[in-house]
């Protein structure tokens, strides 16, 4: 077979500097929690294949994981776990309870028996220290560590099997042993991607240091160029010399833990624009990558209409300035399949669909076409059922066992004749969401922070010179760390974070360590919190029963008076959806019926066919209806109704799981236009709806 699509991965490993070294001490412990359920595990799939991929290292992540590999690291969480339970403080074992059912319920904590019983002693009893002995928080400890164990490590420690094994009333002396047996863990996670790397198994990127959002450091009305509505802070001052630094000390500093300079870069956040793409070129970088929107943009022309995405996407594409660099689009709809869609399906399913997929896109051109999927390395596997073990388990092995298929690093592709090479006269500015940087910039809290930023760095110009070498430098990490992009993502209402205010305050210290370090007054704007919007799911919940008109595109205020109200994107967390349809769900019910109201139209959507699934759990059974919205008015034999138009209506039976539970039913929405998944909420839930007559009683994702 001449011909083979070329499968290009990337998996991007990083996490925000979580460090304050004024204090020296780690806030949050999620380097660790990373090293030893996924960064370890990730590599070990690829060791145990016969497919190559790339994985990008943030040099801010480098520094953290080497911290982590001794019992010492000054890490609040580690150093607490290390003393004996009847030695904690109240508020000490508060915070390890807080910290230790950090953990996804359904993937994470059910699978362990003893930790799914404290999980319920903690939701029956909203989850007072006091409700735990000290044997139980000993447990809990040890159960929640082993809970981020990835598979791989379970498998090869044997510690951690006997622990496992053993389920139960845990001794000190084992905590420590596997405290002690996991840091050991921490130092092999370097080890073994240099050691793939230089077998020819994968490629290994970068980032700039503390992953900036470059293009905006640059120029920050770079914003402007595919969000034009965009509000712009208050930036006086040029902030381009620090995305240069961010550069090239990053690379750097990669050097110096791999031993060579790396030819690809992960942008962070996909962000490119056309002055940072002259900023890599002239630093030796021959690739970079960004998203498919990105490079619709900048084309100007719509890659989700097959016929453009099949004559201009699979291609290698290249921008010069004075030298060549190539640009890799990931795919969106692949890459959040992986994300976002297959950690609730069998993994045969989800397997057979990728390839599926692949191999329409290999069969609708007449060329070798490149495939580029990126997304996190580490945030999605906690959705899928054992880390995602058996997922990646048959996927690679159905990747390297496809003729048509050749999984390859981004570097065996950048030469190969065989895939077209199209030129991009001009990069517009964007990011992997949404073409754009609206997560990053627009909104009052985001705007603050930049805000913040520029005022800091005037104060830097103006006192650098009072302090000394040893100062200076520390001074312009503190900076450096704040134009990460991971602050900016927190603040506003795109994401929600239980540690949301944690975020805020360690941003603000680095900007307060600054001002002390120069040995001026620390301004007063610094103590006081940026965050103040708070995203969740449940807006409010109904207030009584509702039987609002489905068939009739007039919609009284009344009909609705007593609905509830969810935020269908809350669950985003770390991760972000491609698509951006769903947005709220007015619901309630009556005896007979659950009824549901979305305010976005479906019927503008692209497409000939277009299905709107819903999804409904209970106790007993699983109901999904497909809908499909292109018919307008729906009478389905089931009982069910809708009306799409301007506004959605729907109303589906549930008087006989009334009857027969008294109990909740759980809901999730499916969006696909032409059998292609575009949008899908909530993300990782579902939203829970109790269709019992006591409107007093609580409800949660």
């Not at 230089?198 to 009305?221: A, M, R, V």
């Not at 498919?292 to 016929?307: F, G, I, M, R, Y």
């Not at 349809?581 to 959507?605: A, E, Q």
Request: charged share 25%.
């Amino acid at each position: 077979m001449d011909r083979k699509l070329h499968l290009t991965m990337l998996w991007h490993q990083h996490q925000p500097y979580y460090k304050d070294d004024s204090e020296n001490i780690y806030h949050m412990p999620w380097v660790y929690m990373h090293a030893i359920k996924d960064y370890y595990e990730m590599a070990r799939h690829i060791e145990n294949s016969n497919v190559k991929a790339t994985f990008n290292y943030v040099p801010s992540l480098l520094l953290q994981l080497e911290d982590y590999t001794s019992l010492d690291v000054p890490d609040k969480f580690i150093q607490l776990l290390k003393k004996p339970v009847d030695s904690l403080t109240f508020d000490e074992k508060e915070f390890i309870v807080n910290q230790c059912f950090m953990a996804n319920q359904y993937t994470m904590i059910k699978p362990l028996d003893r930790y799914n019983k404290l999980y319920e002693i903690k939701s029956i009893k909203s989850g007072g220290v006091s409700n735990f002995t000290n044997d139980d928080i000993l447990d809990l400890e040890v159960l929640y560590l082993l809970s981020w164990t990835g598979v791989f490590i379970r498998q090869e420690d044997p510690l951690i099997k006997d622990l496992l094994l053993k389920g139960r009333d845990y001794y000190e002396s084992e905590k420590l042993k596997l405290l002690t047996n996991l840091a050991k863990w921490v130092e092999k996670v370097i080890y073994i991607h240099k050691k793939l790397e230089s077998e020819g198994k994968i490629e290994l990127t970068t980032t700039p240091f503390y992953h900036p959002i470059t293009p905006l450091l640059i120029d920050i009305n770079s914003a402007y160029e595919s969000f034009k509505d965009v509000t712009i802070p208050n930036v006086d001052n040029n902030l381009s010399q620090d995305a240069v630094v961010h550069l090239k000390e990053g690379l750097d500093k990669f050097q110096d833990y791999f031993g060579f300079k790396p030819i690809g870069l992960w942008p962070a956040e996909g962000s490119i624009s056309q002055k940072a793409v002259e900023l890599w070129c002239e630093n030796d970088i021959r690739w970079i990558a960004s998203d498919e929107e990105v490079l619709a943009n900048s084309l100007k022309c719509n890659l989700k209409d097959p016929k453009n995405r099949y004559k201009l996407y699979y291609r290698r594409y290249q921008v010069h300035n004075n030298k060549k660099i190539n640009i890799f689009f990931r795919d969106k709809f692949l890459s959040d399949l992986i994300g976002f869609t297959y950690s609730s399906w069998k993994t045969e399913d989800a397997v057979e669909d990728f390839i599926k997929h692949l191999r329409n896109i290999y069969n609708s051109v007449n060329f070798s076409p490149n495939v580029s999927v990126i997304l996190d390395g580490e945030n999605a596997w906690e959705y899928y059922n054992n880390n995602a073990y058996e997922f990646f388990t048959l996927l690679y092995k159905r990747l390297g066992s496809e003729d048509f298929i050749s999984c390859d690093t981004f570097k065996d592709v950048l030469d190969n004749t065989a895939i077209p090479e199209e030129a991009v006269q001009s990069i517009q500015a964007g990011s992997w969401i949404m073409g754009n940087f609206k997560i990053w910039i627009g909104h009052s809290e985001k705007n603050t922070a930049w805000e913040y930023i520029s005022l800091t760095r005037n104060a830097i110009e103006k006192n650098i010179a009072k302090v000394d070498e040893n100062t200076a430098k520390q001074i312009y990490k503190e900076l450096y760390i704040s134009e990460g992009s991971d602050w900016f993502w927190w603040f506003g209402d795109d994401h929600f974070s239980a540690q949301a205010e944690v975020f805020d305050k360690l941003f603000r210290t680095h900007l307060v360590n600054i001002y002390k370090l120069l040995k001026l007054n620390v301004p007063a704007y610094l103590y006081n919190p940026i965050k103040k919007s708070s995203k969740t799911g449940g807006i409010r919940k109904p207030s009584y029963y509702i039987t609002p008109k489905i068939d009739s595109i007039n919609t009284s205020f009344f009909d609705w008076s007593s609905s509830g109200e969810y935020d269908l994107k809350a669950d985003a967390g770390s991760m972000h959806a491609g698509g951006d349809i769903f947005k709220k769900l007015i619901y309630g019910f009556d005896s007979d019926n659950l009824y549901l109201r979305f305010d976005t139209p479906f019927n503008d959507i692209q497409g000939e066919k277009i299905v709107l699934q819903i999804n409904v759990f209970s106790k007993e059974e699983t109901s999904s209806y497909a809908l499909n919205v292109r018919d307008k008015i729906i009478n389905l034999d089931n009982g069910v109704k809708a009306l799409f138009d301007k506004v959605t209506k729907i109303s589906i039976p549930i008087k006989e799981i009334r009857e027969l539970y008294k109990d909740k039913i759980y809901i999730q929405f499916v969006l696909k236009a032409d059998n292609k998944i575009i949008d899908q909420a909530p993300l990782y839930n579902k939203i829970e709806v109790d269709i019992i007559e006591n409107f007093q009683s609580d409800w949660m994702v």
